[in-house]
């Protein structure tokens, strides 16, 4: 496999330099105007760096390092403190975090100290914190938003290894002693010699995506993120480059305070504090085992403004540490770290992706010239090497044509912010992404009165450059003059494929509607259904946190309350008070639908465990279920359908 990958790699490099050199000396439109020129131009610069992204991930892949864990005796478990940091974040999200914390296995309990971080000062925060049985810290100002936050936790402990979670992850029951013992594989029993600044385990979520959910993609495709966090955080690990996510993360409070603490100087604190943790000589690794899951952004606004501030705080952060300029850092470290970079202005390579073909087609303006053989001997070739390149590296997790999409949705909304960092406008305050606000019955695409403008930017974009796009295909056939190569044939393809991208983008951004008031999981549990004159078992199919779903063989009837008992025998088993609410015909047995009417705090408390401790049962790979008819097809059918 490994040697595949090498293959794969140089040939990767030859046919790309091959097709780059001619585009260069033998495509470009010189002689044809300043605009051809100047758009010629930045197509070959926008195809050079998709070329580079994909070399160096082929590079980067082809030897993969995965930490070591060392076989730690129980009583060398070092002190932890937990940092969750929060701001706005509704107190239910909350108490599902902070109870994910307390079932955390340790070998000593005592040796872990939960802080509840809070920036918005309000007084339920407290007394959530008191209830639980945990610390409250609290500043008397935001400045430096995230990052002062947690600095005001780092200078008010002490354990020598640091957790943080984001206000909405969820730890499972063996978070901890899953990455501690890291920590100790190069050191021994001590801690003071560990070279390890920090582990950072994926960011998984327990709902669908946007992406999944607008273009119900559930089944067919994984979430977005799971490309990065769980394959090119991995490949970041040879040059030490893996990349601190701000969540699911355990630090070492030594590597902390020789690189300054939490990054005040930047939006994205975490990318900032990774680097410098890295730049201060220790070792900064990913894994790919899930440890904690949260939710994914539930409504279009809080998702684009999340994704400005990544990019925004990427540009800020790497300006002002000065990446490139820094002597205490490797050439495998900057090179990993500059095409994080550059994968921010992927929106702006996307514009002249479908900007190109329209400047031609519909305003007369080539901006490249070549006639069909050309494009078969070289530029075919390399295209679909690129497409082969990426199915075969990204592990299933990824298809070209679902990258595509994704950057056509997020290219206006991301825009903007990225051309104003790069001139140095930049945005200074810390924008938190709103989790756990989306009520049943709403759609993913309604967002506040004040926030529409984001989105209607978005869609009107879309629809200029679609009506272009469509524009650009009637006169290629209207105009006889326009088909004097068969080079036509190529423009046609690009214009149809960017006529799809944009109406997937569409499709996304009219949103759908939220049917469920809380998630639901697949999950086999042992569930008791309590009635005066009998005792039913059975398993679930699906939990959530209102209600469950199981198959039974018989036909029975459900009283109007009735007592149940779930997760028999394990880790969380709860009891409460349900109501039937559905009951179907499914195959030779039948389908119950029941909500939880009365449970006390306790048994919810349990009732998160058994819901929230486990690794999501969601998509991991791309599935047969998709692909470019079947996506499109499915989005009309259904659409048509809810109209």
Known sequence: MLKRKIRLFYLLTVISAVYLIWRLFFTLPAGEGWMAITAGILLLLSEAAGFLEILHITHLVSEIYLPTKADLPAERFPDVDVFIATYNEPVPILEKTVQGCLQMDYPEKGKVHIYLCDDGGRVQVRELAGRMGIRYLARGSREHAKAGNLNYALSNSSSPLIVTFDADMIPMHDFLTALVPYFFAEAGSDMERSEIGFIQSPQSFYNHDLFQYNLYLEESAPNEQNFFFRYVQLARNRNNAAIYGGSNTVLSRKALMDAGGFYTGSITEDLATGLLIQAAGYKGYAVSEVHASGLSPEDLTS????????????????????????????????????????????????????????????????????????????????????????????????????????????????????????????????????????????????????????????????????????????????????????????????????????????????????????????????????????????????????????????????????????????RYECRMKAKPVYRNREGAGWRYGIAFVEISRPQRLRLYGLLYDRVPPLPEQVTEGTGFYKDLRRNLKKRIRRR
């Not at 390149?389 to 994704?406: E, P, Q, V």
């Not at 398993?539 to 109007?560: K, M, R």
Request: hydrophobic share 50%.
């Open 303 to 570: 998702l684009f403004k999340q994704r400005e501030r990544w990019a925004r705080g990427c540009i800020q952060t790497f300006r002002r540490l000065r990446l490139l300029r820094r002597k205490d850092l490797t050439a495998g470290q900057k090179r990993d770290y500059g095409m994080a970079l550059l994968y921010w202005y992927t929106p702006l390579r996307r514009l002249m992706f479908i900007l190109s073909p329209i400047l031609y087609f519909v305003f007369g303006i080539p901006v490249i010239r070549c006639g069909l053989l050309p494009l078969i001997c070289l530029w075919l070739p390399s295209v679909l090497l690129y497409y082969f390149a990426l199915s075969k590296l990204a592990g299933d997790m990824r298809t070209a044509r679902l990258s595509n999409i994704y950057d056509t949705i997020l290219f206006p909304a991301l825009l903007p912010g990225v051309i104003l960092e790069t001139l140095g406008i930049q945005k200074k305050q810390f924008s938190v992404t709103a989790k756990g606000k989306m009520p049943a019955g709403a759609g993913t695409g309604e967002v506040k009165r004040r926030d529409k403008g984001l989105i209607r930017w978005s869609r009107a974009v879309y629809l200029v450059l679609l009506g272009f796009t469509l524009a650009g295909v009637y006169r290629l056939f209207a105009v006889p003059a326009l088909q004097e190569n068969y080079g036509w044939v190529v423009v046609l393809f690009w214009l149809v494929l960017n006529a799809y991208h944009m109406l997937m983008a569409l499709f996304f951004l009219s949103g759908r509607q939220v049917r469920r008031v809380s998630e639901r999981i697949r999950a086999a549990e042992q569930i008791a259904l309590e009635m005066e004159d009998q005792i039913i078992h059975a398993v679930t199919s699906d939990l959530s946190e209102g209600g469950a779903a199981f198959l039974l063989n018989t036909c029975i009837t459900l009283p109007d309350i009735f007592n149940v008992r779930l997760g028999i025998g394990g």
